[in-house]
Structure formats: structure tokens, C-alpha cells
């Protein structure tokens, strides 16, 4: 479904033919009757099928918004009208990001709890946060224009000696589309003696390390509601250099668990990493830990919301 657009006529067949099957596959998950309440992930097209359920079985069914459902085709007049009779007729929804909330509150007219993004970390830090400079720095990620490690390329070479003297590594681990652009930044500044490391994309246990053995996370991104590294960063207790997009400057200013930049700009990116080289990460590790709690997933809580607790009968979540 992410590569086709209902804007392209060409790509209607398709559509079509894609949400028939989604529709009959949900109807065959309820064929022996067990299931107590449907948790669509996108308003559309998941929380379509599963209004589709309820009408037919009577199950009823709640949303989980993740942003493209709210924000791409949201902007469709016939696909927004759509979107808001799902709404509608949901028994609990939920979004992602709190400004993706509001925005679906204003396209429906019904509140959105917050129900973030996030996972479970199965290691504690490997490496305590450093209390003085030379600081370690890890960029993990995607490397794609929207999470701008172009930027922060950009940024790392506007630092001068002064501050590189303070930066003991740059790890930058991913992959993507930008790799050739990347590599060839990179290479520029090991040439000029810069301690930075690159590696491909992490798998579970070794982003977990990774994150362990950091004292910052730089967050570059042109476009981002929460991402899920930066819960991840919040409960491996590691401070963050960011970018003011999404809902990022109202969580750093909150909890004050990091850097802002003052633009979405190499050069005031440049000077947000300027400023965490003069802190402390390890005075920070009872404000992350506060933040980290909102991003704490209480399922028997979810469960008890939907009315599935101490219901055998109902089947299991």
C-alpha cells in the first residue's frame, strides 16, 4: 500500500484489489467468532476493514493513528470525509504523536489519547554518561533526506578544532538512500583527522549497545512526529541534540532531556552539538527517566480498556 497513491489513476486496480483482500482477511481472522475488539494500526486503510467487522459481527474496534494515515490522506477531500466516519465509529482511539492527535481531533471532532511508539529494551547502559568532555555522539537512523543526516554532515564540518577536541567519536550507524552521499562526507572529514565511525544498519542488540555507549543522540531530522530511537534514548537514559520538528521541542523543554536547535539548518544544528559539549549528560539521567515513563506501554491497561480482561472466552490479545 506505502507504494501506491490513490492521486495516480494508474494505481486504482490495485487499491481496489488490495483493500478487497484486506477486508476478506479480516472477516476470515473472526470466522470461529473468538474476537473480542480489533485494534486497526492506521485509521485507513486498517481501521476501514475493521469498522467492516463490526458492522458484520458486531465486534467493535478502535484506532491507532501513526501519521501518514493522518496527515498524507487526510488532505483528500472524498478520502477525509472516510476517514472521519471510521472515527467515528471507533469505541478508543489513539495517535502517536501529540500534535498528530490534535491534528486528527480536528479533522474528526473526537480527542485521540496518546499511545506512543516504543519498545521494550532488553539491556541496561554499558557505559556510564561521561560528566565532562570528550563526549561520545551517535546518529542512528535512517539516511534520508527527511532525517537529515545531510544536515548533520553538514554541521559536523562547520565545528572547529575547539570543539572536535571535545568530541571523543561520531558513530554513525544506518543506511539508505543517501549511503553514496554519506560515505563520501565521511571520508572527507577522516581526512581531516575527525573522529567519526561509520556503520550499516544495526541489528536489535547491537543498536541497544550502540546506545549504551553513547553520551548524546543526534536527532537531525527535517520531518518527524516522535521517533521511536528517542524513547529508546529516554530509557537507556542518554541526552539528545535535536532538530525543532514534531513534537520534539515540547518533550526537550518539558523534561529537559537535551539540546534544541534553534532551526532546522546545518548551522544551528552546528551550534546545538556546540552547546551539549558544554554539559553534563550524566545531570540528566533523573530528567529521562521521567520522560521515559510516558513512553511505558501498560498492556494490561490497554486490555482492560477493551473490556478483555477476565474473558476467556473472548480469546487472548
Known amino acids: ?110 480527542p485521540f489519547a496518546f499511545l506512543p511508539s516504543a519498545r521494550r529494551l532488553n539491556k541496561l547502559r554499558a557505559q556510564p554518561l561521561a560528566s565532562s568532555p570528550p563526549f561520545r555522539f551517535l546518529f542512528l537512523g535512517r539516511w534520508h533526506v527527511n532525517k537529515g543526516i545531510d544536515l548533520l554532515l553538514e554541521a559536523l564540518t562547520l565545528l572547529d578544532d575547539g570543539a572536535w577536541a571535545r568530541i571523543s567519536e561520531v558513530h554513525i550507524a544506518g543506511g539508505g538512500p543517501l549511503e553514496e552521499l554519506v560515505r563520501c562526507r565521511v571520508d572527507d572529514l577522516l581526512r581531516k583527522g575527525r573522529p567519526v565511525r561509520l556503520s550499516g544498519f544495526l541489528g536489535r542488540e547491537a543498536a541497544e549497545d550502540a546506545l549504551g555507549n553513547a553520551d548524546f543522540l543526534l536527532l537531525p531530522s527535517r520531518v518527524e512526529s516522535i521517533p521511536v530511537v528517542f524513547s529508546d534514548a529516554m530509557k537507556m537514559q542518554l541526552p539528545v541534540v535535536s532538530m525543532p520538528v514534531g513534537d520534539l521541542p515540547g518533550l526537550i523543554s518539558e523534561y529537559g532531556v537535551g539540546v534544541l536547535a534553534n532551526a532546522i539548518s546545518a548551522p544551528a544544528f552546528a551550534q546545538a552539538v556546540e552547546g551539549a559539549l558544554s554539559m553534563s549528560p550524566d545531570q540528566l539521567r533523573a530528567s529521562m527517566l521521567e520522560c521515559a515513563r510516558r513512553f511505558s506501554i501498560d498492556v494490561d491497561d490497554l486490555c482492560r480498556r477493551f473490556g478483555l480482561v477476565d474473558s476467556p472466552s473472548r480469546g487472548a490479545v
Open 1 to 110: 500500500m506505502s507504494l501506491l497513491s490513490p492521486s495516480r489513476l494508474t494505481d486504482w486496480p490495485a487499491i481496489v484489489k488490495t483493500l478487497a483482500a484486506m477486508r476478506a482477511e479480516t472477516f476470515a481472522a473472526n470466522s470461529d467468532g473468538r474476537v473480542g475488539h480489533v485494534l486497526a494500526f492506521w485509521v485507513l486503510p486498517s481501521g476501514w476493514a475493521a469498522m467492516g467487522v463490526s458492522r458484520r459481527f458486531g465486534v467493535p474496534y478502535s484506532l491507532w493513528a501513526l501519521g501518514s494515515d493522518i496527515w498524507s490522506l487526510g488532505r483528500i477531500p472524498g478520502i477525509r470525509t472516510v476517514l472521519k466516519h471510521v472515527i467515528g465509529g471507533a469505541s478508543f482511539r489513539f495517535a502517536d504523536g501529540l500534535r498528530l492527535g490534535d491534528d486528527a481531533e480536528q479533522i474528526s471532532g473526537h
